[in-house]
């Protein structure tokens, strides 16, 4: 498998950090300028509320990188894709995709887009940089999101229910939610880690590098049953997006669940006629 000379990854990740500092909104502490730095400088409640401001952008590109990569490394050992080559790769992908995330929400308001944003770029990546053909790649991070998605509204229903987490904090960037994605990113590296462990997982999926030039006939009997849950995926991805932005969290929650199973039945059927 093709990977990505970590001398790459580092200078692009320097350049990355370099674009979001220049392009990140104005910190309030610093809004005075030149002038503000003659004067006898802010009050020690203007440094704290500046502090603070940095922390939370600060936590929440963190807990963004933390999301995707735990996300991508429970996809890959679904997989059976050696997760140490393809891992500066999984590393870059986190980066870019917690700044485009950061981009979404906190700078443009933009987050209605943030998921298929995210979800387009990974996909991306594995076409780009792993050699995957874009239809297993698809498949490789919607199932990514299948598993994540379930088991982070788990985590979430088991702590408000048991009075730990309260009901409405899906739309502030609190330590609740900081802890919730904690726990969910600690259990799909942990399900990924067994899976590893165990030589557990699919093996239906062909090792990359992928012949481009191959044609792929998507609903033919061996095919079809992969295209099924990709499509069931992709559909579910939208419709969690919809149903959790108007408040239907539980019954977004329920559908999860159902697609998740059954894309587990369907990759185990095509694994057996492998």
Not at 50 to 63: A, K, N, Q
Not at 70 to 92: C, D, E, M, S, Y
Not at 242 to 251: E, P, Q
Request: with cysteine; proline share 4%; charged share 15%.
């Amino acid at each position: 498998m093709n990977h990505v000379d970590p001398e790459i990854v580092k200078g692009i990740l320097c350049k990355l950090i370099l674009t979001f500092l220049i392009v990140s909104p104005s910190i309030p502490c610093y809004t005075g300028g030149i002038l503000g730095a003659a004067s006898a400088g802010p009050s020690l409640h203007r440094k704290r509320r500046c502090l603070t401001y940095m922390l939370d952008h600060v936590l929440y590109l963190l807990f963004g990188f933390m999301d995707v990569f735990a996300l991508l490394v429970v996809a890959a050992a679904l997989f059976r894709i050696p997760v140490l080559k393809a891992g500066p790769t999984l590393v870059l992908v986190a980066v870019l995709a917690s700044l485009l995330s950061y981009l979404n929400r906190m700078v443009m308001n933009w987050s209605v887009f943030d998921l298929l944003a995210q979800t387009a770029l990974s996909a991306l990546f594995f076409v780009l940089v792993l050699k995957f053909r874009l239809f297993w790649s698809m498949i490789i991070v919607s199932s990514g999101l299948m598993v994540f998605l379930p088991l982070q509204f788990t985590i979430y229903v088991l702590l408000t229910r048991f009075d730990f987490l309260p009901d409405a904090i899906a739309s502030h960037n609190t330590g609740f939610v900081f802890a919730l994605q904690l726990l969910t990113d600690a259990s799909c590296l942990l399900i990924a880690c067994a899976l590893r462990l165990g030589k557990r997982g699919y093996r239906f999926m062909p090792q990359a590098p992928h012949d481009f030039q191959e044609r792929i006939l998507y609903f033919s009997p061996r095919y079809e049953k992969l295209t099924l849950a990709l499509a069931a995926n992709l559909i579910n991805i939208m419709f969690t997006l919809y149903l959790t932005l108007n408040g239907w969290i539980y019954f977004s929650y329920a559908i999860s669940l159902i697609v998740l199973f059954t894309m587990l039945i369907l990759f185990d059927q095509t694994d057996k006629k492998r």
